[in-house]
């Protein structure tokens, strides 16, 4: 389903539409792109399904959904609808803190996170299809996709770095693009060029001094704009 392509978080059926005329394999069907739910806290749950429908509605592309860790009465509801593939998130609140889905005990296919071998083993046992890697760089262009593919996975999520991005459009084909010329810098450079911003995104050496700011300041969010380099700004 995956394979050789990339996978684009959207949250309404025109980011589905644009994800698809790039080039996406499949899109990743939820009401708030990772990053918002970072930032907005409390807990996460399964998107509405006739959100989901109105997606699966939008595209020809296989659309996936995600189930919080644990949850197999979402994983229950998100087969019975019909999405193509399941992903059991660590991004949504797990709502077993030990156990995750038997998922021996669907049809549908699913995709686990997993941040090293034990635990990839470890959800494959459980019967997940796919494994992708839990990661934090934010994936926000070409040359990240680029970077990936030629690590030797085998395709490519991308989260808020699209639809967070100042122009979507074109930044979605850039990148559907790289996952096919991930080999050749000259194109590579050629889909760099003129994207507009990226995405915001905070480096992993700046998430610990962020969250007890935030903890101490709820009412004001901080950001890091990866983009440029520049200093960590506070908004309200």
């Known amino acids: 389903m995956a394979k050789g392509g990339i996978i684009m978080d959207v949250t309404n059926a025109e980011e589905a539409r644009i994800a698809e005329e790039a080039g996406a394999c499949?899109?990743?069907?939820?009401?708030?792109?990772?990053?918002?739910?970072?930032?907005?806290?409390?807990?996460?749950?399964m998107s509405d399904p006739k959100m989901i429908k109105e997606i699966m509605g939008a595209v020809t592309i296989p659309v996936m959904a995600k189930s919080r860790i644990g949850h197999f009465a979402e994983a229950q509801i998100l087969e019975a609808i019909g999405v193509d593939m399941i992903d059991e998130?660590?991004?949504?609140?797990?709502?077993?803190?030990?156990?995750?889905?038997?998922?021996?005990?669907?049809?549908?296919?699913?995709v686990c996170g997993a941040r090293d071998l034990g635990e990839a083993l470890r959800r494959i046992s459980e019967g997940a299809a796919m494994i992708r890697t839990k990661g934090e760089a934010g994936t926000a262009t070409p040359a990240d996709v680029?970077?990936?593919?030629?690590?030797?996975?085998?395709?490519?999520?991308?989260?808020?770095?699209?639809?967070?991005?100042?122009?979507?459009?074109?930044?979605?084909?850039?990148?559907?693009?790289?996952?096919?010329?991930?080999?050749?810098?000259?194109?590579?450079?050629?889909?760099?060029?003129?994207?507009?911003?990226?995405?915001?995104?905070?480096?992993?050496?700046?998430?610990?001094?962020?969250?007890?700011?935030?903890?101490?300041?709820?009412?004001?969010?901080?950001?890091?704009?990866?983009?440029?380099?520049?200093?960590?700004?506070?908004?309200?």
């Not at 899109?27 to 996460?44: F, S």
């Not at 998130?89 to 699913?110: M, Q, R």
């Not at 905070?202 to 969010?221: G, L, W």
């Open 26 to 45: 499949a899109v990743m069907a939820l009401e708030r792109v990772p990053a918002d739910i970072r930032r907005q806290g409390g807990v996460a749950r």
């Open 89 to 110: 998130s660590e991004v949504l609140t797990p709502a077993d803190e030990d156990n995750h889905i038997d998922k021996h005990n669907f049809k549908v296919p699913f």
């Open 146 to 236: 680029s970077l990936l593919m030629q690590l030797g996975v085998d395709g490519v999520f991308v989260g808020s770095g699209i639809f967070k991005s100042s122009c979507p459009k074109k930044r979605a084909h850039a990148m559907a693009q790289a996952v096919t010329h991930y080999k050749d810098a000259k194109v590579l450079g050629e889909l760099s060029s003129d994207l507009g911003e990226a995405m915001f995104g905070t480096p992993m050496s700046q998430r610990s001094k962020m969250a007890a700011i935030n903890k101490e300041h709820p009412d004001k969010q901080q950001i890091w704009n990866a983009t440029l380099g520049s200093k960590t700004q506070t908004v309200s």
